[in-house]
């Protein structure tokens, strides 16, 4: 379980970008993070694993506070927490099955690390991974010859190898389009369900939160303005998020989005007419 309390970001200019946030996050549970830009979203995600350091507040997984940790320990308690990137974070130059081997780099030695020497176990391990996320034809490939949606995926199976207790997504589809935008939720949301893996994924697109996710937390100005299901985001709900907004020509448009794929997909005889 992950425990944040009273968690809050302060920057040296006087901003704040998070103020006392509180919430827990169970075992197996996916929670969607949504709010407008600079609502604390992605910095939320960052105080979390300590790529941004809180000013105050505690962080607790698994029992375990990481918010005194020092670099030592910090750096052994984030094998616990796998993160999946917006721009995916890829080393272009590197094949696929590099790319992913690059989520054990934490658990072995120095010189195993820097000439790429990993145990077998890690190794059919990466190939299970790549085989589970669609992309085992691609082990050989050079990252930087990957469409958005194959990078998308082997940041999914890199974040994996780590064996995460923790899965933080931040933003995986603002540079997909719809169609793959989906498949890569849908694809995260079984891969958590069936390892019991519980995850925090910071996502702007509301429609495909209510979509996918089990839960919703709505950050406005850096604190809680909203903690429930898909089904109790209300308009005055999205209203207390965003501000003033049409709501049901959102939805449309979501919906459109999906019709347009499947009458697309029937067009090609993939599904039944």
Known sequence: ??????????????????????????????????GPSGAGKSTLIRCINRLVEPTSGRIVLGGRDLTGLG???????????GMIFQEYALVERLSVMENVLSGRLGYVGFWASFTRRFPPADIQRAYRLLDRVGLMTHADKRADALSGGQRQRVGIAR????????L??????????PKTSRQIMRLLVEICTESGLPAIVNIHDVPLAQQFMQRIIGLRAGQVVFDGTPAQLTESALTEIYGSEDWTAMRKGHEDD???EADALRRLSVLPA
């Open 159 to 166: 974040a994996l190898a780590q064996e995460p207790e923790l």
């Open 71 to 81: 670099v030592r320990d910090l750096r052994a308690q984030r094998r616990r927490i």
């Open 1 to 34: 379980m992950l425990e944040l309390q009273g968690l809050t970001k302060t920057y040296k200019t006087g901003d704040t970008a998070l103020s006392d946030v509180s919430f827990s996050v169970p075992k197996g549970q996916i929670v969607g993070l949504i």
């Open 258 to 260: 999906k019709d347009a």
């Open 168 to 177: 933080l997504v931040d933003e995986p589809t603002a540079s997909l389009d």
